[in-house]
C-alpha cells in the first residue's frame, strides 16, 4: 500500500519569461546589482539571468555600467523603467 505522500504528483510550475524579465527590472529598479545579486534576489539561475539579461539589454531596457571576465554591473535605462510601470513586460 501506497502511502498518501508517494501518491501526490510533485507539480514544479517554470515562470514565463516575461515574469522573469519582469522580476529582473523590478530588482534594477532599486539600483546596480550584479549578475550573482540578481539571480539570487530574483531566485533564477545565473545562466538564466544572464540569458534574460541578454535579452534586456539588447532591447534596451538595462544597461551594463560595469564589464569584466569577473564581474557585470547592471543597471535599468529610462526606456526599462517605463516598460515597467507600463507592465508591457
Not at 26 to 44: C, D, F, H, R
Not at 78 to 86: M, Q, T
Amino acid at each position: 500500500m501506497k502511502s498518501k505522500q508517494s501518491k501526490q504528483k510533485y507539480t514544479h510550475h517554470k515562470r514565463r519569461y516575461s515574469k522573469i524579465r519582469r522580476a529582473l527590472l523590478k530588482t534594477l529598479a532599486a539600483g546596480q546589482k550584479n549578475t550573482s545579486e540578481l539571480a539570487t534576489i530574483s531566485k533564477v539561475n545565473w545562466k538564466t539571468t544572464r540569458n534574460h539579461l541578454i535579452f534586456l539589454i539588447g532591447m534596451g531596457y538595462v544597461r551594463r555600467v560595469f564589464d569584466s571576465p569577473q564581474v557585470r554591473i547592471i543597471e535599468i535605462t529610462e526606456k526599462g523603467l517605463k516598460v515597467l510601470v507600463a507592465k508591457k513586460i
